[in-house]
Structure formats: structure tokens, C-alpha cells
């Protein structure tokens, strides 16, 4: 009887209806993560865009979706370039001062290589007009790289926010979570939640340095973004407008710290599907301990550097267990 009452008005309900979501992807790691999530959701029957440069490392068009592209101001040959810079100063043996100058260098150039191509983006007119026409109903995008977000703010959309978090805690700070130095440990600090004293002034310190850093490093979005929108922006004001935050991390891996009802952890969606070992992996495997752990690197093909030892493990499936010495490279 009950059943009969409510059938006239369940069969008035209106079903689910799919989306219209525009992706801008950080190139990279980020975009093998967020390809994953984009399968998904077209599986779910949501009709998805995805907008990226002409020249990338591992964006492609190979997924359930449409694909276009924009004019880049650089070459294929300049990106990967940059990407063998960067890993050789990654693993590098000089000291840390040096590294650390290398490395704010190779961040800056960076900065003003994606700066160019989100440029080229904002002021091709024929995407821009076709961006307002398709009436996306939100943007999806990784804030690391904030082109998405201007894009989002000049079409009045809802961004989704897809990271593992922004330099200098500017994630943090744009969520409005709190973030005070004197509990919070930073990164690269290696201070955990329980601090003394001299741990938070150096915990303070190193606060107050990525104020001065990541000014060296995102000011030209700032610039490009007060341009654009017509308004004075700064990187934590541009991005304090996302609706949603998935991080791509968890606090079994990550500092402390309270956050925000908008900021949801998915740590491990990044994880790789399990598959077979190949035979000489299988090989290596079974002439060792139980106990042991290994660690296979899989050489990309764009010539990236590696130190003489990271190489020679490689190589030759060097493998020692958690109790012995080192072997060295032996090579």
C-alpha cells in the first residue's frame, strides 16, 4: 500500500544527468595520476575536454575524452631539456648550497616556461571562445601550475582541485587551515608535531624563507593572472577560490596538520595497477632473501642523468638486504 502511495511521485523524479567538466593538466607525474581519474569519470558517461600545450612530456590523447591543444612559445627540445637539468641537480653530490641555488633556478625557468604556455592559452581567441560556449559545468585542474584556476575565474565556474600540494604551503594557506610555524611542521624541516624550542625557531625560519622563494617562483603567474582577470592578484588569492581540494596524499606519509572540510585526502588513487614481474625480475627475485627489498628503476627515454651509483643498481640489479652494508657501485 505504502509502495502505491509514493509510486506516482518516485516516477516524477528526475534521474542523474552527467557532466560537462573542462581539465587543464600539470604535465608529468601529475598527469598519469589525473589520467586515471578521467577514465574513470568517463566511464560514468561525463563528457570530458581536456585543454593542454602542443608540446608536453607525457600528456597525450590516447583516453575517453576530447583533446585540444593550444600553440606552446618553446620547443619540445627546450622542455626536455630543462627535465634532464633538473633530475641531474636532483641527484647531484655537489653541496647544498649549491643544489639548493640549482634547484630554485631550474624552479624558476620552470615557472616562466608553463607562464608562457598558459599565456598562450588565455589569449588564443578561438579556444577562449570556445571555452565560454561550451558551458563546462566545472574545471578540474592541478593548482601547482595555476592556469586552470584563472581560465575558472574568467568563465564563473567551480574548480576541482587535483594535488599533492603547492610549494610553501600556499595550498594551506589559501584553504584557510591553520598553519602556525610554531605547531605546523614545514617541509624539508624534519621536525615532527612535537617541537622545542630551537626546533621552532628553526621551524619559523625556514617559514619565513618560502615567503622570499616561491615570490621567485610563481610571481610571473601573479603578473599574468593580474593582467588577465583585470585586478591585483596574488597566487594564494588566486587559488583560495577552489571548491574542492583532492589531495594526493595521506597523513601516514605527510606532517600534521589540521585542514579544511573542502580538502579531502585520496592518497594511493595514484598508486599503479599490480602487474606481472617480467622474468628477469622474477629471476633476480628468487635468488635472494625473503627478507629483502628491491628497487627497480625504470629508465625514461628523454636521456635523464642519473648518478653513476643509481645507475649501476640499475643495471645490474644490485640488491642487498636491510641489515648489510651498502655494496657501492662496484662497477
Known amino acids: 500500500m505504502l509502495m502505491a502511495v509514493f509510486l506516482p511521485f518516485l516516477c516524477c523524479l528526475s534521474t542523474a544527468a552527467a557532466g560537462k567538466l573542462l581539465v587543464i593538466p600539470m604535465d608529468g607525474s601529475h598527469w598519469l ?170 621551524n619559523l625560519l625556514i617559514s619565513i624563507s618560502e615567503y622570499f622563494t616561491c615570490s621567485v617562483i610563481f610571481s610571473p603567474f601573479e603578473r599574468l593572472a593580474s593582467d588577465f582577470l583585470q585586478k591585483p592578484m596574488t597566487l594564494t588569492q588566486l587559488v583560495s577560490h577552489g571548491s574542492i581540494w583532492l589531495k594526493r596524499t595521506d597523513f601516514a606519509f605527510d606532517y600534521p596538520m589540521p585542514v579544511m572540510p573542502s580538502m579531502v585526502f585520496i592518497g594511493g588513487i595514484n598508486c599503479g595497477r599490480k602487474k606481472l614481474l617480467p622474468q628477469v625480475m622474477v629471476s633476480l627475485t628468487s635468488r635472494t632473501r625473503r627478507d629483502s627489498i628491491f628497487f627497480f628503476l625504470d629508465l625514461p627515454s628523454t636521456g635523464i642523468l642519473f648518478s653513476d651509483r643509481i645507475t649501476c643498481y640499475a643495471v645490474f640489479n644490485s640488491s642487498w638486504s636491510g641489515t648489510q652494508t651498502s655494496p657501492g657501485p662496484g662497477c
Open 33 to 202: 595520476s589525473m589520467k586515471e581519474v578521467l577514465a574513470e569519470l568517463s566511464s560514468k558517461g561525463h563528457e570530458i575536454v581536456v585543454v593542454a600545450p602542443d608540446h608536453s612530456i607525457l600528456i597525450d590523447s590516447s583516453g575517453n575524452y576530447t583533446m585540444k591543444t593550444y600553440p606552446t612559445p618553446y620547443k619540445q627540445e627546450e622542455l626536455e631539456e630543462l627535465l634532464r637539468s633538473m633530475s641531474t641537480t636532483s641527484f647531484s653530490e655537489q653541496p647544498f648550497l649549491t643544489r639548493f641555488l640549482d634547484t630554485l633556478e631550474n624552479f624558476r625557468k620552470t615557472s616562466a616556461m608553463f607562464q608562457a604556455a598558459c599565456s598562450s592559452l588565455l589569449y588564443k581567441k578561438e579556444l577562449m571562445k570556445f571555452m565560454e560556449e561550451s558551458k563546462f559545468d566545472a574545471v578540474f585542474t592541478d593548482p601547482l601550475t595555476p592556469c586552470g584556476q584563472i581560465v575558472a575565474l574568467h568563465l564563473s565556474i567551480p574548480t576541482v582541485f587535483f594535488l599533492r600540494g603547492i610549494p610553501c604551503s600556499i595550498d594551506i594557506y589559501a584553504a584557510q587551515s591553520p598553519s602556525p610555524p610554531s605547531y605546523v611542521p614545514r617541509l624539508f624541516s624534519f621536525n615532527t608535531d612535537h617541537m622545542t624550542f630551537p626546533q621552532r625557531v628553526k
